[in-house]
C-alpha cells in the first residue's frame, strides 16, 4: 500500500513538474508569436432518418471505423413497398386512361374534319340554291359542336397525360424514400455516438449515428483583437496537449473570425471571460492525421501556437516531434 502511495505521489509531482516547465516555456515565448487555449475539435457527421420509421438495424457500433458509403443502418421499409406498388399501379391505370383520351381525341378530331367538309359541300350547295338556309345553319351548328368536342378531348388528353407525370413523379419519391431508408457514411470516419437502436420509432431527421472525421481535426482557440489581426491564413503553427507535452504537432491556420466576440464560458476566469477576441482555427495536416489515425482523439485540452512573423525561428521547445 505504501509503495502504491509513493508511485502515486511520485507521478503527481512529475506531472506538476511537466505543468511548470511548460508554463516557463510558455511564458518565455519569443516575439513574433502568440498562443491561445483550445481544445481538439473534428467535423462532426450526424447520421439520421430523413422520414418518420422504425429502426430495422443498425450495423456499426461506438468506435468502428467506417468508410465513405459503407451501410451504417437500415430503417424499416415495409410501409414504402406497398405505396411504391401502390404508385406503380396509378401509373399503369393513368398510362391506361391517357390512352383512351388520345383515341377520343382522335375520334372528335376526324369528326370534326367532317363536319367542316360537309358545311364546305352545304356552302356551295346553298350559293347554287341546292339546299335551304335552314340546312346550312344546321352545318354550321354542327361544326361549332365538333370543334368544341374536340377540344374538350384535346384538354382531357392534356390533364390524363399530366397525370401520368404526376403519377411518376409520385413512384420516384417514393424509391428515392426508400435509398435513403439506407444510411450510409459520407465520409470515411469513426463512429462516436449510437444513439439509437432496432426497434425505436424516430421522427423525420432523427438521429442514428455521430460519425467524426478523424482526418479533419483542427483546435479553436481565441486570441485578443491586438493580436488576431496579425495572423494570417495560412501561417504556420504548432498544437501542445496537455496529454502529450512530449510531443509538437505541425498545424496551419485555417479560419480567422471576421468578427471579434467575448471569450466563451470555458475560459477559466471572468476578466478573461470580459475581453474581446477573435476566434482561430489551427488545423492539422489530413495527411499526418491518416497515418496516425488509431491515435487521433477530440476533446483533449492543449495549447496552440501561431507564428505571426514567418521570419521568425521557431523556440526549441517548439520544434515538431511526432510519435513513432
Not at 22 to 48: C, K, V, Y
Not at 63 to 68: F, M
Request: charged share 30%; with cysteine; hydrophobic share 45%.
Amino acid at each position: 500500500m505504501r509503495k502504491r502511495w509513493i508511485v502515486a505521489a511520485a507521478l503527481v509531482v512529475a506531472i506538476a513538474a511537466g505543468a511548470v516547465w511548460w508554463g516557463s516555456q510558455r511564458s518565455s515565448l519569443p516575439a513574433g508569436f502568440a498562443s491561445g487555449n483550445g481544445r481538439i475539435e473534428a467535423t462532426e457527421i450526424d447520421i439520421a432518418a430523413k422520414i418518420q420509421g422504425r429502426i430495422a438495424e443498425v450495423l456499426v457500433d461506438e468506435g468502428d471505423t467506417v468508410e465513405a458509403g459503407q451501410i451504417l443502418a437500415r430503417m424499416d421499409t415495409k410501409v414504402l413497398e406497398a405505396q411504391l406498388r401502390e404508385a406503380e399501379a396509378e401509373v399503369k391505370k393513368a398510362e391506361q386512361a391517357s390512352a383512351a383520351a388520345a383515341a377520343l381525341m382522335e375520334q372528335r378530331a376526324a369528326e370534326c374534319d367532317l363536319a367542316e367538309t360537309e358545311l364546305k359541300r352545304s356552302e356551295k350547295l346553298f350559293r347554287e340554291g341546292g339546299i335551304s338556309r335552314e340546312r346550312l345553319d344546321q352545318d354550321r351548328t354542327r361544326v361549332e359542336s365538333a370543334r368544341a368536342a374536340c377540344a374538350q378531348a384535346r384538354a382531357q388528353f392534356e390533364r390524363e397525360k399530366a397525370g401520368i407525370n404526376g403519377a411518376i413523379a409520385q413512384v420516384e419519391r417514393l424509391k428515392a424514400d426508400l435509398e435513403d431508408s439506407i444510411l450510409t457514411a459520407p465520409r470515411r470516419g469513426r463512429v462516436l455516438y449510437r444513439l439509437a437502436e432496432p426497434g425505436e420509432v424516430l421522427p423525420a431527421g432523427g438521429k442514428v449515428l455521430t460519425i467524426v472525421d478523424v482526418t479533419d481535426v483542427y483546435m479553436t482557440f481565441f486570441l485578443p483583437e491586438t493580436v488576431a489581426g496579425k495572423v494570417a491564413i495560412g501561417a504556420e503553427a504548432r498544437i501542445v496537449l496537455d496529454a502529450a507535452p512530449d510531443l509538437v504537432i505541425p498545424a496551419s491556420i485555417s479560419f480567422v473570425s471576421p468578427r471579434a466576440q467575448f471569450t466563451p464560458k470555458e475560459v477559466e476566469t471572468r476578466t478573461e471571460r470580459e475581453k474581446l477576441v477573435f476566434r482561430i482555427k489551427a488545423q492539422i495536416d489530413p495527411e499526418l492525421l491518416k497515418k496516425h489515425e488509431p491515435k487521433v482523439k477530440t476533446g483533449i485540452p492543449g495549447v496552440a501556437y501561431v507564428r505571426l512573423d514567418p521570419r521568425a525561428e521557431w523556440p526549441e521547445h517548439l520544434h515538431v516531434r511526432l510519435p513513432q
